[in-house]
């Protein structure tokens, strides 16, 4: 799904703006952790990625995703799910009997290895079990065998999704130490997962409860040398479920527009790792050419251009972060919209800006909204408008130099402007 983005200007602006401080991320030393980070915040959460196995989506009542924890690789800690053909779990299992290892598809968080050997034209099948339309509930068809960080193993059967609850079962190849589990998505408000750790037998918390927009994290996708493909595991940035991005390549960070891209959720990879690339001669560089537009849950687009990354020494990078504004559709923001006309004056300003802007018909509590390049509410006030020319004059001398972003908006009108305050 791919959603155009409209402004009412195009950004001609200085990459660091006044105001503006580079930003720190970090994997830790040797990548040893997954850091989750809200863009309007700035709060980060680091989790170990030991500290799982297994994860169930529960984002809605008819997804059914399970992942394996791909992210410990790096230390050789990394669980594995494979697929067991031609078995029931009753049967006693060897290692034989294993089939291939199954990888996340690194597509949604509703898509995960468990789902990998799924018909894809069968649109009740889940890979791990089958939908009923008789009793609506994904029952259990596949064995799975999942190799622990320690060399043991599990055989693991997921006896149904029903009601928003998942069920399954797991023992030791042999039958012994046979452990049944549920976990009920309900519990899992504002989740995207619900985490299962082998170790303590039990669902582990890791998601922020403040909510994330991205993960920076490793995980395998398919490299090309020479054209062969090969299995690698990365360390790069994985965008939560209802967030956006789009890439901005081959162009000036300073001068780039937003209103040219578009930002799509097809997949959860769009930052990824490649903004990095390791040089045998000079080491880590991030290239200078690109910058990422983000569209967050809550329709705030941001643009983000990485600066520095050291490895895994440190694990960490380091990125700039640019409020850009609300964001609208173009049908929500032309269709049936009553502004005609918009203009702010003097710009660059240093006492007073002066807003006109004319309307078809009147708006009642119209928010007029000024905020800096962090995105921060400095200046908000409700104003009743009526059809026809609308004047308002805002004093700015108060306000430090640098770049703002003032905003009008009602139900039916969004509209943004950059200013400059010298």
Request: glycine content about 8%; proline content about 2%.
């Amino acid at each position: 799904m791919k959603t155009l983005l409209q402004f009412a200007l195009f950004l001609s602006i200085s990459t660091v703006l006044y105001g503006q401080t580079p930003h720190n991320f970090s994997a830790g030393a040797s990548y040893a952790n997954s850091q989750y980070y809200k863009l309007a915040t700035d709060g980060t959460t680091d989790v170990a990625h030991s500290t799982w196995d297994i994860a169930f989506s529960v984002l809605g009542g008819t997804d059914a995703g399970i992942l394996i924890n791909e992210a410990a690789s790096f230390s050789g800690t990394a669980p594995k799910v494979y697929h067991i053909p031609n078995k029931v779990f009753g049967d006693n299992i060897v290692v034989a009997d294993l089939g291939d290892e199954l990888k996340n598809t690194e597509t949604s968080w509703t898509e995960g290895a468990f789902n990998s050997i799924k018909v894809a034209s069968n649109w009740a099948d889940y890979g791990w079990g089958t939908y009923s339309l008789i009793n609506h509930k994904v029952e259990g068809t596949a064995l799975y065998a999942i190799e622990l960080g320690n060399g043991s193993y599990k055989k693991l059967f997921i006896d149904e999704l029903a009601g928003g609850i998942y069920s399954f079962r797991y023992a030791n190849f042999d039958g012994t130490n046979l452990q049944q589990k549920t976990i009920d998505k309900s519990a899992y408000t504002n989740q995207t997962l619900a985490y299962f750790s082998f170790a303590s037998n039990n669902t582990v918390t890791v998601e922020p409860n403040t909510g994330w927009d991205w993960v920076f994290t490793r995980y395998e996708t398919t490299l090309y040398s020479m054209g062969v493909a090969t299995p690698y595991t990365v360390t790069g940035i994985l965008t939560n479920e209802k967030v956006e991005a789009v890439l901005a390549d081959g162009i000036d960070p300073a001068t780039v527009a937003a209103a040219n891209y578009a930002t799509t959720a097809d997949s959860l990879t769009t930052i990824g790792h490649d903004w990095k690339l390791y040089d045998f001669s000079n080491g880590w560089e991030v290239d200078a050419d690109r910058v990422y537009f983000i569209k967050t849950a809550d329709s705030t687009l941001y643009k983000i251009q990485f600066i520095d990354f050291q490895g895994s020494s440190t694990g960490q990078g380091t990125f700039l972060k640019t409020y850009v504004g609300q964001w609208t559709s173009i049908d929500n923001i032309q269709k049936d919209s009553p502004l005609e006309q918009f203009q702010v004056f003097p710009n660059p300003a240093s006492d007073q800006v002066n807003i006109t802007f004319s309307l078809a018909q009147a708006q009642e509590e119209m928010q007029v909204q000024l905020r800096d390049a962090l995105g921060r509410l400095l200046f908000e006030k409700t104003i009743n408008t009526v059809a026809g020319l609308n004047a308002l004059e805002l004093n700015v001398s108060s306000f430090q130099a640098g770049n703002y972003m003032l905003s009008l908006q009602s139900d039916q009108v969004l509209k943004s402007q950059f200013i400059i305050i010298r």
